[in-house]
């Protein structure tokens, strides 16, 4: 990535990590759940390249609108990332003891307490925006479908339901892999981008453009991280590698063969590259697509 490109997207990570704390902090209603609150600060801290919050942000800018009018929804949507994050790791899911290289939430609070601070992250998210003191109420309104329709069971978390039934099979087809990818993955990227639209008071069609970008690099980032798992190493993903092959999980690698999936994820790439296009002032976008299919971690 370009070096001012690289300073933009520390400077926009850094507002959006500081707006997350300013949501996510002991008050006096909620004095006596104080281990509640530091699980969730514990696990939104934990840090990760907040794709999700930055295209939401970016998107409203390339659509006229500003920062403020996007960071509601930007903040809400990692708080629903970082609640799948904390419930995926527990025994019950992918069972992982390290996120990003620290303690998984489990871990360092406890299960029962890990598992709460996931449900208040996902309830806190919507109260976010419903909060915010600079959008309308409609648009308020459209911004809690995308996020409603996107996490719940035609999205992520169906996503999470199908990743699990297929584990125990060894028959797992490619059209249902994308299936799942689109679901587990492509939901939260996919509502960033059209969430950053809708913020922005966007006309349809570049919210539709959005959602197409977001499916296209929601599967390819999926991609990549099936590539990471077999190419990867924990000191740099901060997360155990091999996993899938040790689960029988059937990826994108299994399926095609490594070099065939690479292949797979730059034409979507590609494809989300020629989208772009369409969007006034794309270049800090074009880049970070690039960046996503060229990551290590």
């Given at each position: 990535m370009?070096?001012k ?8 990570i850094s ?10 902090q ?5 004095a ?12 939104l801290?934990a ?7 930055v ?5 409203c800018?390339m ?16 708080m ?12 019950e ?10 303690p ?7 299960h ?14 919507f ?6 003191p600079?959008?309308?109420p409609e ?7 995308i ?5 719940g069971?035609a999205?992520?978390?169906g ?5 699990m ?14 299936a ?15 969430m950053?639209?809708?913020?922005a ?7 539709m453009?959005?959602?197409?970008y ?8 999926q991609?990549?991280?099936?590539i990471?798992?077999v ?5 740099t993903?901060?997360k ?13 690698v ?36 690039r960046?996503?299919l060229?990551?290590?971690?």
């Amino acid at each position: 990535m370009e070096a001012k490109h690289e300073i933009y997207m520390e400077n926009m990570i850094s507002k959006i990590e500081n707006r997350l704390m300013q949501y996510v902090q002991v008050t006096s209603q909620t004095a006596r759940q104080a281990e509640l609150i530091d699980a969730m600060r514990y696990s939104l801290e934990a840090g990760g390249k907040r794709i999700r919050p930055v295209l939401v942000l970016e998107f409203c800018r390339m659509c006229g609108g500003t920062d403020e009018q996007a960071m509601a929804a930007a903040c809400a949507l990692e708080m629903v990332h970082t609640f799948s994050l904390i419930h995926d790791d527990l025994p019950e899911m992918d069972n992982d003891d390290y996120r990003r290289g620290k303690p998984s939430c489990h871990k360092q609070f406890g299960h029962a307490v890990a598992l709460q601070a996931g449900d208040a992250l996902l309830t806190e998210a919507f109260g976010t925006v419903i909060r915010d003191p600079v959008l309308e109420p409609e648009i308020k309104v459209e911004l809690m479908k995308i996020l409603a329709d996107e996490t719940g069971a035609a999205g992520m978390i169906g996503g999470q339901i199908m990743d699990m039934s297929y584990v125990t099979r060894t028959d797992v087809t490619l059209d249902e892999l994308k299936a799942m990818v689109s679901a587990k993955t492509g939901a939260l990227i996919r509502g960033a981008c059209q969430m950053g639209c809708i913020a922005a008071f966007a006309p349809l069609e570049k919210i539709m453009l959005a959602q197409q970008y977001g499916e296209k690099l929601g599967m390819a980032f999926q991609i990549v991280d099936d590539i990471l798992d077999v190419t990867g190493s924990l000191e740099t993903l901060g997360k155990p590698v091999g996993s899938d092959a040790e689960e029988g999980k059937t990826t994108f690698v299994t399926l095609m063969g490594l070099e065939k999936a690479k292949a797979y994820a730059e034409k979507l790439t590609w494809e989300a590259e020629e989208i772009l296009q369409q969007f006034a002032d794309h270049a800090f976008l074009l880049d970070l697509t690039r960046e996503l299919l060229t990551r290590e971690k």
